[in-house]
């Protein structure tokens, strides 16, 4: 079933409002919204209807780009969170409007470009 609708991911780092989005765009509380990094650390779906087209919604942990070498937990985020947007239709990075961005995001954003995936920031 998952595989007949549209994926749109939403990525980016830590605590910028990935899952308040995801939630948003859901219409219901699906995901757990806290100040605390890195509460997200799986993936959250839902399937959602947009203009009357049924898309596959999917929230990812933050991604940091510059993950170290023994922080397993981030390197599986990354890794799954990869694995993914290669499937998607269209990326939602999100960033904090309040900040400038940081060097994680340039990053991030530089490799969604050279994957030649479709962004939306």
């Known amino acids: 079933m998952t595989g007949d609708y549209p994926l749109v991911v939403i990525v980016g780092r830590t605590n910028v409002g990935k899952s308040t989005l995801f939630n948003r765009l859901s219409g219901e509380r699906v995901a757990i919204v806290d100040s ?3 509460v997200t ?10 203009r009357g087209k049924t898309i596959r919604l999917v929230d ?5 780009i ?3 070498p023994d922080n397993e937990i981030q390197r599986e985020i990354e ?4 694995t993914l947007l ?5 990326v939602l990075f999100v ?3 309040r900040s ?8 991030l954003g530089a490799k969604l470009r050279r994957a030649n995936l479709s962004t939306l920031l």
């Open 66 to 68: 510059f993950v170290a």
């Open 95 to 97: 960033v904090d409007g």
């Open 60 to 64: 990812t942990g933050g991604l940091e």
């Open 79 to 82: 890794t799954r969170s990869w």
């Open 41 to 50: 650390r799986d993936f959250l779906e839902n399937f959602v209807t947009v």
């Open 36 to 38: 605390t990094p890195g």
């Open 86 to 90: 290669e499937q998607a239709h269209l």
């Open 100 to 107: 400038p961005l940081t060097q994680i995001e340039w990053e």
